[in-house]
């Protein structure tokens, strides 16, 4: 367990945390005016290891060769030129911080961290934190990685959950879930809609899905993950060429297939390791899901709109809003932020048809790929 404090004065900035993966969405922006919940679960921390936030430098004014040493193989809008290695905590876990009004910046339905950090040490007043909860982001607090230092607390941490024991305490990521807009009370203004965990899992996924392509169809299972992922393969690759095999693959699951050249697999939610078989199936491209996204893709849960047999369970209050989840109106869409940020990342995207998938994504939007 870790507890971060100021780099100016040392007085203790946050509770006891454990380290955990950078979720998939941590940098997602979903939709327009939405209300997104707190992006960490209370305790927990993760380090995004690029630079992120301000300032920031347009392509135009980035040599292509300083951005391929950074990882990034093809344009982007802008570079962050930040300090690598930021910290993001849950809003709750945070102490002894005050926000700089001045520094406020976004303002559209909440905080963002344009004007840089915008949160104080109370005790010397150094900027050291970037509150965040505008519309359409994920909630959360940025630690400044120059403003901080991590230190460990007697509290100790246990070992990582085995594959095992995360197949036994995992949850699923419910591919559905409901949608609010800001500070909306109204009906009209929520609904039921595909997962923006979801959504970020896909965009992720499906840039890999591209790379291990290298041009040729890729065929995936029947159901779930056929509607996830399906029709953007479909319409991103050619028909024609003999066809690559994708297939879920993990644990819990028999061994994948010899002739299965690329393999959804599970990352873990606390060490971001990929999960990867044994025998000749190791030598097929592993495309990387969220735990809880690969669980129910895996492992679906069964949807009962009423209780099996019997009342509601002791201390379950009834809520009537809504009682059913219901099925989105709208075919899946993976996340273009998300899939751009990544396939970018890809030295795959240095060829010329996935270059020009990039080029044209705003088409592809229209279309309903994305």
Known sequence: ??????????????????????????????????????????????????????????????????????GIYAPVYALSDGAPGAIVIAPGDARGTLLIPELGGGYCCGLDWGDGPNMACEACG???????????????????PNAVRRRPVDIADS???SWAELMEQGKGTPPFEPIAT??????????????????????????HLLAASEGRPVTVPAGLVAEVFRRALDALLPAGPPPLRAALAGPGWPAPDADADILLVPTHPQTGEIWTPAGPAASAYPVPLPFGVWLWLAFPEPYLPVPASGGLPDG??????????????RLFWADPGVFQHTLVRLPAVRSQWLREILENLTQHMRAGIF
């Open 316 to 329: 379950v209050l009834r809520d009537d809003y809504d009682p059913l989840a219901p099925r989105p109106h």
């Open 1 to 70: 367990m870790f507890v971060f404090v100021c780099a100016g004065c040392g007085a203790r900035l946050t509770t006891s945390l454990s380290q955990v993966a950078l979720p998939a969405h941590a940098h997602q922006k979903y939709g327009n005016g939405i209300q997104l919940p707190v992006l960490m679960e209370p305790g927990t921390f993760a380090v995004d290891p690029e630079p992120w936030g301000p300032p920031w430098r347009r392509w135009e004014e980035t040599d292509p060769k300083e951005a391929a040493t950074r």
């Open 182 to 207: 800001w500070g909306s009370r109204r009906e009209a203004n929520r609904w039921w809609s595909w997962s923006p965990q979801w959504e970020a899992a896909a965009g992720r996924a499906l840039a």
């Open 159 to 161: 070992a990582p959950l």
């Open 126 to 144: 150094l900027p050291v934190a970037s509150r965040i909860d505008d519309c359409s982001l994920w909630q959360a607090v940025w630690l400044a």
